[in-house]
């Protein structure tokens, strides 16, 4: 990128990488394959805390989810990083899924969704942009109500 470091970026925006998220059960938080790194479905946790709970639609607004789809990714490229050292290595972000703890009548999982869209176009620019998918569930783990995982293409 032209504007410094991936990371110096993240500054410029007023956000730091977290520490990479604990697995909550048997798996990794990131895995390389080739020219792709594949990320484990991220949470909202910051401090090792979840950020919100509950369904979107529900207990959670809108505006609530999106921020914490802005802590998943966060916390998925903090997955990457652990997996390639660097954030600069990303070539593209391939593709975003996000899965959407919501009730039965909330419609804008892809609002939500630009929680994490956003952040990744602000922190890459075109190499940021990707294409997503942004699916309505009934429930996540931990009554987390946003979970993200990555696909990226690095160096």
């Known amino acids: 990128m032209s504007d410094g470091t991936v990371e110096q970026r993240l500054a410029d925006l007023g956000l730091t990488l977290p520490e990479v998220a604990a697995p909550l059960a ?3 938080p990131a895995v390389r394959s080739g020219a792709h790194v594949f990320t484990a479905g991220q949470l909202p946790l910051s401090s090792g ?3 919100a709970t ?3 639609g529900g ?4 505006e609530e989810a999106q921020a914490a789809a802005r802590q998943c990714a966060l916390n998925a490229l903090a997955a990457v990083k652990s997996v ?10 391939v593709k975003v899924t996000v899965f959407v703890a919501s009730t039965p009548d ?4 892809p609002v939500v969704a630009n929680g994490a869209s956003e952040l990744l176009g602000d922190v890459f620019g075109d190499a940021g942009r990707h294409a997503r998918s942004a ?3 009934p429930v996540l783990p931990i009554d987390a109500p946003v979970e993200v995982e990555l696909v990226v293409e690095v160096d």
């Open 54 to 56: 509950g369904k979107v």
């Open 49 to 51: 805390e979840l950020v």
């Open 106 to 109: 909330f419609t804008g999982q």
């Open 135 to 137: 699916v309505g569930v």
């Open 84 to 93: 390639v050292g660097t954030l600069d290595a990303v070539r593209q972000v």
């Open 59 to 62: 207990e959670v607004s809108a």
């Open 26 to 28: 048997s798996y990794v």
